[in-house]
């Protein structure tokens, strides 16, 4: 569990992780060491969900080794199949990395939504729905191991 407390927004007390794959977590389809590392340091503290419709194919073997299930969202119907496993496994104590049209549901559904900005771009609608948009995603994931600057960022 990560408890999130910041004045004048609600407090969270985080007990999941959803990461969209592709312009999220990776990059052309591949996944940084760093990368890995922080997802695995923050898998002590939270369970963590890789959701992909994996388009370039290589979700499972870059995930491998990875402290992460992975869980293969439809490709057609990518946006409300995110939301209702957001939904499922409680989006009250869940917080949604994405950076696609199809992140928007779930980063808006979610208890804390964040949108990457990385290399691939974000989505105009899930900017606009994010609690906190970062520049990549091992800021993001930073931001879960420091609460205290996430709570600077969100504070009313
Ligand atoms: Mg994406």
Redesign the pocket.
Same mark, same amino acid.
């Given at each position: 569990m990560i408890a999130l407390s910041i004045p004048g927004y609600q407090d969270i007390m985080l007990e999941n992780l959803v990461l %969209?794959f @592709? =312009?999220?977590l990776a990059s052309d389809g591949r996944l940084s060491g760093k990368t890995r590392e922080l997802v695995n340091e923050i898998a002590g503290s939270l369970k963590v969900y890789v959701l992909t419709a994996d388009t370039f194919g290589s979700a499972a073997r870059e995930c491998a080794g990875l402290k992460a299930e992975l869980i293969t969202i439809d490709r057609d119907n990518g946006g409300p199949d995110k939301e209702a496993f957001v939904e499922k496994i409680g989006a009250d104590e869940t917080a949604a990395f =994405? @950076?696609?049209v199809n %992140?928007v549901l779930m980063l808006a559904r979610a208890a804390l939504g964040i949108v990457v900005m990385g290399p691939e771009g974000c989505a105009g609608q899930a900017l606009a729905r994010a609690d906190v948009v970062v520049r990549d995603i091992n800021e993001g994931l930073g931001l879960l191991l420091n609460p205290v600057r996430l709570a600077a960022t969100l504070r009313k």
């Amino acid at each position: 569990m990560i408890a999130l407390s910041i004045p004048g927004y609600q407090d969270i007390m985080l007990e999941n992780l959803v990461l %969209d794959f @592709n =312009g999220t977590l990776a990059s052309d389809g591949r996944l940084s060491g760093k990368t890995r590392e922080l997802v695995n340091e923050i898998a002590g503290s939270l369970k963590v969900y890789v959701l992909t419709a994996d388009t370039f194919g290589s979700a499972a073997r870059e995930c491998a080794g990875l402290k992460a299930e992975l869980i293969t969202i439809d490709r057609d119907n990518g946006g409300p199949d995110k939301e209702a496993f957001v939904e499922k496994i409680g989006a009250d104590e869940t917080a949604a990395f =994405g @950076n696609g049209v199809n %992140d928007v549901l779930m980063l808006a559904r979610a208890a804390l939504g964040i949108v990457v900005m990385g290399p691939e771009g974000c989505a105009g609608q899930a900017l606009a729905r994010a609690d906190v948009v970062v520049r990549d995603i091992n800021e993001g994931l930073g931001l879960l191991l420091n609460p205290v600057r996430l709570a600077a960022t969100l504070r009313k």
